[in-house]
């Protein structure tokens, strides 16, 4: 389709993401006006067909559909207080990472300013910009992400979560807070495997059996969790205590950093001193939201 089909829209912010984001756009055949704090990362684009817009001023004044891609809302507010004045009658799609709280603070903001906020959360790397199988958390007014679906598509899939900015946002925290533990715990293994003579690649195998087990264990965990059930009749937490202990000796043994599997087992203790020996180890859940409130 030529591009004078395709919605022009206006991407501020370079980064990898940004960049990726931008190309995509191009790729698509969308007239992309650009706008970095340092001017150079345009330059790729530029090459390819984006406008350089010479202030965020008038990058805002560019288009009416604005996606943003920012390391968080501290550097949106930088960019975009002096250059408010531009902001009515703009939608911004800020794919920024933040926390929800950030996120509906800034949607006030933006309503102040005559401007409409959509919250997003992508769940990918810049490598997956540009597929349709990756996913993007978004929030906000719906009738905003309804107009805008089409060309946040070509992005990556839209998963719309509600009307409340946060929710994209909180969304997002809620998985990334399972990524890093996840990847740490990976990452851990790893340095327990190395310092026993074991290399990343022999274990590679083992470690993709234990994590391809996971979805299995979530299947049958969360409707259970979602009933209060934290039931003993599958695994007790008196038996993860003496697992979680079996793997910090080891840990210490090796010579390895501590500091996790000790964590781990001092949440394991916790639910122990709770009376929770004989429950599931889901009943952690209690624990932790507890510790949380
Ligand atoms: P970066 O942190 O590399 O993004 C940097 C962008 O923010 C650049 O355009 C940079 O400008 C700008 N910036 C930062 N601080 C300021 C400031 N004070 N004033 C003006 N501009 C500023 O992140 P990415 O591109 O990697 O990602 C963008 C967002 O997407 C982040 O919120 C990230 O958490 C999220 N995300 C990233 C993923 C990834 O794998 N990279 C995956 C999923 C989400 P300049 O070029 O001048 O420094």
Same mark, same amino acid.
């Given at each position: 389709m030529s591009k004078r089909f395709k919605q022009s829209l206006t991407v501020i912010g370079l980064g990898p993401m940004g960049q990726a984001m931008a190309a995509a756009f191009l790729d698509a055949g969308h007239p992309v006006t650009v706008w970095n704090?340092? =001017?150079?990362?345009a330059e790729p684009l530029v090459a390819r067909g984006a406008v350089l817009a010479p202030t965020a001023e008038a990058a805002l004044a560019a288009n009416e559909l604005v996606v943003l891609s920012l390391t968080d809302y501290r550097a949106m507010y930088e960019i975009l207080r002096p250059a408010a004045?531009?902001? =009515?009658?703009r939608t911004v799609v800020n794919l920024s990472s933040d926390t929800p709280q950030q996120a509906r603070a800034a949607a006030d903001w933006m309503a102040g300013h005559g401007a409409v906020h959509l919250t997003g959360g992508v769940q990918?790397?810049?490598?997956?910009?540009?597929?349709?199988e990756s996913a993007t958390f978004y929030s906000g007014p719906e009738e905003a992400f309804l107009t805008h679906r089409a060309t946040l598509e070509v992005l990556t899939g839209a998963d719309y979560r509600g009307v409340d900015p946060g929710l994209a946002a909180l969304y997002y925290q809620i998985q990334m807070d399972m990524f890093w533990t996840g990847l740490l715990g990976y990452l851990h293994a790893v340095a327990l495997a190395r310092a026993n003579g074991i290399s990343a690649g022999e274990f590679l195998p083992y470690a993709t059996s234990t994590m391809s087990l996971m979805p299995g264990f979530l299947a049958f965990y969360a409707p259970r969790i979602d009933a209060g059930d934290h039931g003993g009749?599958?695994?007790r937490l008196a038996m993860g205590v003496a697992s979680v202990e079996h793997v910090l000796h080891t840990v210490e043994a090796s010579g390895v950093d501590r500091a996790l599997p000790a964590a781990v087992l001092e949440l394991f203790r916790r639910g122990m001193a709770a009376g929770?020996?004989?429950?599931?180890?889901?009943?952690l859940i209690e624990v932790i939201g507890k510790a949380a409130a």
């Open positions: 704090r340092t =001017a150079s990362r004045g531009a902001l =009515a009658g990918v790397p810049p490598s997956g910009i540009g597929k349709p009749d599958v695994d929770r020996g004989a429950d599931s180890v889901t009943s």
